[in-house]
């Protein structure tokens, strides 16, 4: 993520997997990729892109949170000043411009929200389930769960900060970087991916902490990474850059010529689908990002399941409905649903009540092919059949919503992807391997 961002995990779907459930098998409700820069709006200093939802910064000072916001972690407003913003896994923090931090949201492991840590601070990075600070003297202040270590102070002097899901990142005044928590060895708890062992005899001048990854921009400007690389999100592209930003399993970077690059996986669009212009600021979450241009305008893209990326003030409905998930037979992880070419397959989904059968956007669902290895989605995206041509029912009984999919025996040996895009503005994505 940024410096002042991470990548939490936890749970996506409220029925499904309940707040107490901290690692959850549908880490990814899998999001169509929008066509291009889901939301783009003037009027905010800083964006910080959280698990679920996203903060930002007013002109004011005051903070506008948006997205999941199950334990008041994306409340509309949160009265400033504020200079500064972190979104983390289930809480947000942000700094005032006397050096003071005040944080919302969920409170269950001490994060912060009901007693934030007093003094002055000039950075602030909020994580899954903990937060850190840099002080003005260049000490590290951590708070929140101390699992694997990530929590724990650090006395400086350091010049920059970044918590991530399970480790914590630092830059010394001499550029050297410093990672602490899981990853630095197998505990058979915390995964080991390598994400705190920082490369020996390279200075950076910031690092970046993400899940299961770490990315830093070298003192010659250059992106070097290190830890899990399932998705290429530890590849970076050549060049030199400005800012560097540790998703899930993404990453962005500002280039020197002020443009953007994202790089890792890529399902909710948010590697291929990048706005163009000039950036100051980029921050990476669980699966989509946002950005500040140098108009002064702000952009966010990728995954939008809890309306993280739809923007305020934009327009159309400010509510979104209480999607709660998806229903066997369909799964909700990054495994493809293997079923039979030609066969029906049922999309069950609940928005926790009766909204009336105009709940899906006009020409959806569609389908796209989709990269079987790579998840990568491509082409255009085709209106779907329904068996029958039954289209959209609902079940009062199950309160559940259900369009039963019509596959085509010629997708034999192929993969598609299958967007549920709701008149809430929120998108929804099914990958499906067909045989």
Not at 269 to 283: I, K, L, R
Not at 336 to 363: E, H, I, Q
Not at 397 to 404: G, L, N
Request: hydrophobic share 35%.
């Amino acid at each position: 993520m940024t410096l002042r961002s991470l990548s939490p995990i936890r749970p996506a779907f409220r029925l499904v997997l309940l707040p107490a459930a901290l690692i959850g098998l549908a880490l990814l409700a899998l999001l169509a990729a929008p066509p291009a820069a889901h939301a783009q709006a003037p009027g905010y200093t800083d964006v910080s892109a959280g698990r679920l939802f996203t903060c930002a910064v007013k002109s004011g000072g005051d903070v506008a949170c948006w997205g999941l916001n199950l334990w008041d972690q994306a409340p509309d407003l949160v009265t400033g000043p504020f200079s500064r913003v972190s979104a983390g896994g289930y809480h947000g923090c942000a700094l005032r411009p006397n050096g003071t931090i005040a944080c919302w949201g969920d409170d269950g492991e001490g994060m912060g929200v009901t007693s934030p840590p007093g003094g002055v601070f000039t950075q602030i990075s909020a994580a899954f389930n903990h937060s850190c600070g840099l002080r003005g003297n260049g000490d590290i202040d951590c708070w929140g769960a101390p699992t694997w270590g990530k929590a724990a102070d650090q006395a400086g002097p350091f010049v920059q900060v970044s918590a991530g899901y399970d480790h914590t990142c630092a830059v010394r005044s001499g550029g050297v970087a410093f990672c602490w928590g899981g990853g630095t060895t197998d505990t058979g708890i915390s995964p080991n991916f390598g994400q705190s062992i920082v490369p020996p005899g390279v200075t950076f001048t910031q690092v970046s902490a993400g899940q299961n990854h770490t990315c830093g921009i070298k003192t010659d400007g250059g992106i070097m990474c290190w830890g899990g690389d399932t998705w290429g999100q530890s590849t970076p592209p050549a060049g030199t850059f400005k800012q560097v930003a540790a998703g899930y399993l993404h990453t962005c970077a500002i280039r020197a010529d002020d443009s953007l690059t994202c790089w890792g996986y890529n399902l909710y669009g948010v590697v291929g689908h990048v706005p163009a212009g000039t950036f100051t600021q980029v921050s990476s979450g669980l699966g989509h990002s946002c950005a500040l241009s140098t108009d002064d305008l702000l952009y966010c893209w990728g995954r939008n399941d809890f309306g993280q990326t739809k923007i305020p003030n934009l327009g159309g409905p400010s509510e979104t409905f209480n999607w709660e998930g998806l229903y066997p037979p369909v799964e909700a992880d990054p495994a493809l649903n293997t079923v039979k070419a030609g066969s029906a397959v049922p999309l069950k989904f609940s928005l926790g009540g009766d909204y009336g059968l105009d709940v899906l956007d006009l020409d959806s669902p569609a389908s796209q092919p989709l990269d079987c290895t790579l998840l990568n989605p491509s082409g255009e995206l085709a209106p779907t059949r329904s068996a029958g041509g039954t289209g959209l029912s609902y079940d009062a009984a199950s309160d559940r919503y259900s369009y039963v999919w019509k596959t085509d025996k010629a997708w034999a040996g192929t993969c598609r992807a299958v967007s549920l895009q709701l008149t809430d503005g929120t998108e929804h994505l099914f990958a499906f391997r067909f045989k």
